[in-house]
Nanobody, 115 residues
Framework: QVQLVESGGGLVQPGGSLRLSCAVS????????LAWYRQAPGKQRELVAS????????YYADSVKDRFTLSRDNANNTMYLQMNSLKPEDTAVYYC????????WGQGTQVTVSS
């Protein structure tokens, strides 16, 4: 059974940092493209960043470029999203996704940026 489990969310002040993790089990992790999405209240889910199986980060949303860094550890079946210089508009539920023959999503982790 494939499982994606996000962690690392929380409440942080503007300008602060968080690191999200997405632990994957039940798949040969290294073979697949992964991504982080987020969904703010009342808005559609949007793609934040994606990373190819070999570790090349191939996409960042314009709104997070130069602030967020996506990485993966194929040995530990985990993907990370380092988020720096956080802004209130980054507040959302963050989801990880694995791209395979069918969609796999995690349950989401809440990130709240507020003073």
């Amino acid at each position: 059974q494939v499982q994606l489990v996000e962690s690392g969310g929380g409440l942080v002040q503007p300008g602060g940092s968080l690191r999200l993790s997405c632990a994957v089990s039940g798949m040969i992790f290294s073979r697949y493209t992964l991504a982080w999405y987020r969904q703010a209240p009342g808005k559609q889910r949007e793609l934040v960043a994606s990373i190819l199986s070999g570790g090349t980060t191939n996409y960042y949303a314009d709104s997070v470029k130069d602030r967020f860094t996506l990485s993966r550890d194929n040995a530990n079946n985990t993907m990370y999203l380092q988020m720096n210089s956080l802004k209130p508009e980054d507040t959302a539920v963050y989801y990880c996704r694995l791209f395979a023959s069918q969609e796999y999503w995690g349950q989401g982790t809440q990130v709240t940026v507020s003073s």
